[in-house]
């Protein structure tokens, strides 16, 4: 697949660091904008964490719960971001294959694309299930990647 158009010798796995941290930028910036719209500029820039409560109620439930979810997002990544960089990091320095951190990198920026829009999107409890599984398949990626980072020091 996309692994296939990189050559293996190109180890681009921590230039995919930043990536994966602006990537979870995405929905906090899509949060604040969707809101500074909807609230025509009238959101706290001196209490910009508060926003959101301040709002609930004002706003559109719809609008309210989905600003929520990006929010929860933006969160999440920022959460899951460290343990993405440890595994990319510690698999560099045990020397893993470039083709395996390459592999590793791009399906864990996949799987986190993939999981803030079902997160951000999905209103219903049921196909919220979706959105779990896609967060246990992006966390299962760094924490193989750390693993096989283990088994190349023993």
């Known amino acids: 697949m996309a692994s296939a158009m990189l050559p293996a010798s190109d180890n681009w796995s921590i230039h995919s660091i930043p990536l994966a941290f602006g990537l979870g930028l995405v929905p906090h910036l899509y949060c604040q904008g969707r809101l500074m719209l909807a609230t025509r500029g009238q959101m706290s820039i001196a209490q910009p964490r508060n926003n959101l409560e301040t709002w ?42 470039s ?8 399906s864990f920026l996949g799987a986190r694309t993939l999981y803030m829009t079902l997160y951000t999107t999905i209103s219903h409890d049921t196909l919220a299930f979706a959105r779990t599984g896609v967060y246990t398949w992006s966390i299962g990626i760094p924490l193989v990647l750390l693993w096989k980072a283990g088994n190349q020091q023993v």
Do not use: C, T, Y
């Open 56 to 97: 609930k109620g004002k706003l559109p439930n719809a609008l309210w719960a989905q600003l929520s979810r990006a929010r929860g997002a933006h969160l999440n990544s920022l959460e899951v971001f460290p343990l993405f960089a440890a595994a990319i990091l510690a698999g560099n320095m045990s020397k893993l294959p």
């Open 99 to 106: 083709k395996d951190l390459n592999n590793a990198a791009l």
